[in-house]
């Protein structure tokens, strides 16, 4: 059948879009190569590693590797922990229980609330403790507290909860999707043949839904992984991931350096995607081809 | 398994959701509300409840009448941002999907175009914020060319660290939260609507406003609220892409707490909540009234 011109006009808009979205990092990421003379923009003076060099050299006085490593872990552990919550929570909404309207409504708020308000809360909230506990520990006369007790904030307290106010709901609302198509009767066959209620879920529930569960941990990954504005007030201390450095760089790094640490953060996400993606392609190829074994 | 056995296997898979949200969401919410009726000095939160904050916040603002205070200020500016982004990102958005939807026809395409639209949003918003900069600065790449071609003598300012700048860097970050609602309206219509709408005489675009529109209306007030929601909290994006220069809400929150303000940056947090589920509720609304007719 031949295409109307109407597909031609909104195929070339869908491609100058793709341009839009891909042409500012493909300019980086070339840039980031640019000579040992090359500044912030074309032309390029000679083609060279000078500046992820450079780069692995450190940028001036943040340690941008420990960064990088504390977000790394962070974005693993923030990743397990949304898959295994979401799947959870992706169960019980199956069945009414008690409530469930307004936990599914806190998560979305979740979403919509602006993260400089989670953001202010969650600072508050460790604030407030921190006097809690440092009166606790004066009172208890513990002299540990009065001397090098500062706070109770960090990468994996108010941090990883900041991150999971964000990744969580996107991980139920996956779920939900996988769950509302999801055939119940295959849950009923395995009742029937007498398994367990684990053993349904071990055998039947679980592979159909990997894929999903791979998704799910791609955002949870990469959400944390680039985050920025919930963490930024709720670290505490000096600490602090590597969106948040790059975000100070931002004003301060004035050579292509900071071009190579963004092509170096975009490989990182890049290879998170693409693993994901092949996984997720594999585990549909082998349920497959089980199923044309049958 | 009895129903009440099966409503309390639920309720034990949904407690650690819920657990996390009440500790990390909902609690700090509600001191967020608690704290903005605090007093404060210079090093600590006074458990004093005052309408200082509050006070603070809006302070000349109706003596200045009609001139703007600070505040009304930043709201309208931050107001005006989030027209024009909601503006550029549900026309681009809406086009995008309708493409997707209706005139890629094998899904096996539909897939990979949508993953295309899609794996810009898994990476770093910050890079994808710096990656303007070699295109839009004074000896930027876009600035050369126009001096190349003769259409101006001297590079353009405006491009970089301006409201164009922002506006650009907010439909170039969150167009996707405009396509991925939209389209899943769209692939819920029913063909034969759009056969029939066909049959009867109507044009394309007649079909295009009378049908698909109306239809796609869930997805699109779902895209507004995220689009909206995140451009009036935004900080990072404004700070980084306006130069540090253009005031908005969560900045001046950002600010006061740097100062350890915690009571004042509170209140302002708890107006700017208040505005923003305003607009939401003025969003959802505009669907259901379409539902009642």
Redesign the interface.
Known sequence: MRRPPAFWLLAGFFALFVLFLYGPVITIVVLSFQGPSGGLTFPMQGLSLHWFGRLWEGVGVVDIWAAFGRSFRLGIVVMVLTVLVSLAAGYAFRRRFPGSGLVFYAAVASLIVPSIVVSLGIAVMFRLLDLGVASVGEWLGIEWFADSFTTTAGIYTSGLGAHLTWTLPFGLLIMFAVFNRFDGRFEEAARDLGATPWQTFRHVVLPIVAPSLIGIGLFGFTLSWDEAARSSQALGGDQNTLPLELTGLTTTVTNPEIYALGSLTTGVSFAVILSALLTIRALRNRAAALRAKE | ?SRVA??R??????????V??????????V??VV?SVWDYNDYA?LPDVTPRNYRDVFEGCLVALPELCVTFKTYLSTLKFCLMVWLSTLL?GF??A???AF?VRSLGWQVV?F???T??F??????????????L?R???IN?WLQQAGITDAPLEWLLFSDFSVLLAFV?LY?MFMIVPIFNSMTRIDRSLLEAAYDAGAS?WQTLWNVVIPLCKPGIVIGS??VV??V?????TI??MGG?QIAS??KI??VQ?SYLQ?PL??AN?VI??AV?MMI?WAMTRAVDIRREL
């Open positions: 398994m099966s409503s296997a639920a309720l034990w898979q949904a407690a650690p959701l819920v996390l949200l009440a500790v990390f969401f909902v609690l700090p919410l001191l967020v704290v939160i681009i086009t995008v309708y493409f997707l005139h175009l993953l295309v639209c794996i810009p898994w990476t770093s918003n910050v890079i994808r914020m710096i990656s303007w900069i070699p295109l600065g000896n930027g790449v050369q170039h167009t394309g609220i995220f929601t995140i009036m909290g935004d900080f990072v700070g980084v540090q809400i969560g929150i950002s707490m915690f940056a509170a947090a700017l909540l923003v939401i």
